[in-house]
């Protein structure tokens, strides 16, 4: 599983910061500092801060970019090569464009020129072609040169506009010109800090020990209920009555994709029928499969946080979603509140190649506010945040992790208490038992103050549209549904049902539910695993 965040490359077996690997000034040793002709010209329209090779290569190492001493050249670490669209380090066998000298250039419309070049509400395209404003940067091309979707993220002529509080009222819309402002305008004493786990991926017994040890019985919010989770789950290898079962107690449950197709571009560019499939695919899978029936899947978080643009939120529009939780902000403090999609984002798209959404949509952001990976914030120098508790790669020991946790808890606690998030995938707790007890320690520590509430995502959200203070929170209704459950699970023998699909030739694999077996696995065409027919 890959992790991109600018500067650095996080994979699962390996941590690689751009300041290790060798980036040197091609120029002798004891050289004046001056710009060549010869660099001056392979500059010459260059972007500032894009590696390019200085020719196709086997090794495909080493890349070159511009700046005002010369150039800077750059060799990625043994074992990896350059890609060159990405512009990262990564493994030999991701890459195929070694032969490529540079990053493809794609034609952008003209919306700014010395004199207009179009009449009325319409925009030119990169050739000079005129268009109606409303077309560029609707997911389709319209320009015959494409320009039209080309510079939407950061230059979208249609994009939402900046927050109006006069406009944005709750509890349909939230915002704030920058996105720390707390609901109601209340005070930061007077209302709960809320904290927000949650887990990503299959549900099964490679990680329900982790959630029992995490969720065990007693553990409670000061109004007496028991403290809860957002589960955002994957189809491939989750277990279904175990779902059921974390429904059932209380936890919210969310859709993480039917495939978790590992090819970023995969997300990034999809269409809105593909997200459809996907989400809400998965959704009707877990509905199903875990007998969930009061229409409480309604979270989304894209596969890799690759967030799909347009396309992902106005399908999530389409299918009835409520929120996705996919976009990360950069560490700041005081961190940032969820928000709707009705105006634009109070922060920029953060993220190295991300296609954030631009236009109006009528769907809630929980941010994913990124973490301070420091062990002293007071003392150490800065580090870039991480989003996933995973990508903090320089947490290693059971100490570091605990003030890791207080260090994050006090920022957002001491500041406007905007909801802490803390977003794992639990092997990362299974393989390091003992952040596994410095988190329960932790959580146990926080319960003993009053004020504290671990609760769903979805709970945040009733909280925000009805800002109610901490004198009251104790009674809050919302907060007060399927408070403690008890007793025993729907069924403690599922049915473990081996299953094909013509989706997935050549595969067999078990879907365990306490429901009735389906005729087929159920995937991306056949959700349901009934609409395609066999004969025996």
Request: with cysteine.
């Amino acid at each position: 599983m890959i992790y991109w965040i600018p500067g650095v490359c996080l994979l699962t077996s390996l941590i690689i910061n751009v300041s290790t690997v060798s980036i040197v000034k091609r120029q002798s040793e004891g050289a004046p500092l001056r710009i060549s002709q010869y660099d001056a010209d392979l500059c010459k329209g260059r972007l500032p801060g894009e590696y390019f090779r200085l020719s196709p290569e086997e090794e495909c190492r080493d890349v070159v970019r511009c700046s005002t001493q010369g150039l800077l050249a750059l060799r990625c670490p043994s074992g990896l090569v350059f890609d060159i669209e990405s512009q990262t380090c990564n493994w030999r066998d991701e890459v195929n464009n070694c032969e490529q000298v540079e990053k493809k250039r794609l034609a952008t419309p003209l919306y700014s020129t010395n004199e207009p070049i179009c009449s009325g509400d319409k925009l030119a395209c990169g050739n000079g072609d005129c268009m109606e404003r409303e077309l560029f940067c609707n997911g389709i091309p319209d320009c015959s040169d494409e320009s039209d979707e080309n510079a939407c993220t950061e230059h979208d002529p249609n994009r939402a506009p900046l927050c109006d509080q006069s406009q944005c009222v709750l509890p349909d819309c939230f915002c704030s010109p920058d996105g720390t402002q707390i609901p109601g305008k209340l005070e930061p004493n007077n209302i709960p800090q809320m904290v927000t786990i949650t887990f990503d991926d299959a549900v099964n017994v490679n990680n329900l020990a982790v959630y029992h040890d995490i969720f065990k019985e007693g553990r409670n919010n000061p109004n007496g209920c028991s403290v809860k989770a957002t589960f955002f789950v994957s189809h491939k290898y989750t277990n279904y009555s175990a779902v059921q079962e974390l429904h059932r107690k209380g936890h919210e449950i969310a859709s993480h994709s039917i495939t978790h197709r590992n090819n970023e571009k995969y997300w990034t560019n999809a269409d809105i029928d593909i997200w459809a499939k996907e989400m809400a695919g998965s959704r009707l899978i877990v509905e199903r499969f875990a007998n969930i029936t009061d229409n409480s899947v309604v979270g989304v978080r894209a596969p890799y946080l690759r967030v799909g643009g347009n396309n992902q939120f106005s399908m999530m529009e389409e299918q009835a979603f409520l929120y996705d939780s996919s976009i990360t902000a950069p560490l700041s403090n005081p961190p940032l509140w969820p928000y709707t999609l009705y105006f634009s984002m109070p922060h920029k798209c953060h993220g190295n190649g991300q296609h954030c959404p631009t236009r109006s949509h009528a769907v809630w952001e929980m941010v994913m506010n990124e973490l301070d990976r420091r062990d002293d914030p007071d003392f150490d120098e800065e580090l870039a945040g991480c989003a996933m508790v995973d990508t903090c790669s320089n947490i290693i020991t059971r100490d570091q992790f605990y003030n890791f946790l207080n260090n994050n808890l006090k920022r957002h606690y001491n500041t406007n208490r905007a909801p802490l998030g803390l977003y794992f995938h639990a092997g990362f707790l299974k393989l390091n038992s003992k952040f596994l007890e410095a988190l329960i320690t932790w959580i146990d520590e926080s319960l003993e103050k009053n004020d504290i509430y671990f609760v769903t995502m979805t709970q945040v959200l009733q909280w925000m549209q009805k800002p109610t203070e901490l004198s009251s929170v104790r009674d809050f209704a919302p907060w007060k549904e399927k408070c403690d459950i008890k007793g025993q699970a729907y069924c403690s023998i599922p049915n473990a049902c081996p299953l094909t699909t013509r989706e997935l030739p050549g595969e067999t694999n078990r879907l365990h539910t306490c429901m009735e077996c389906p005729q087929n696995y159920p995937w991306l065409e056949d959700p349901t695993g009934d609409f395609f027919a066999f004969k025996k």
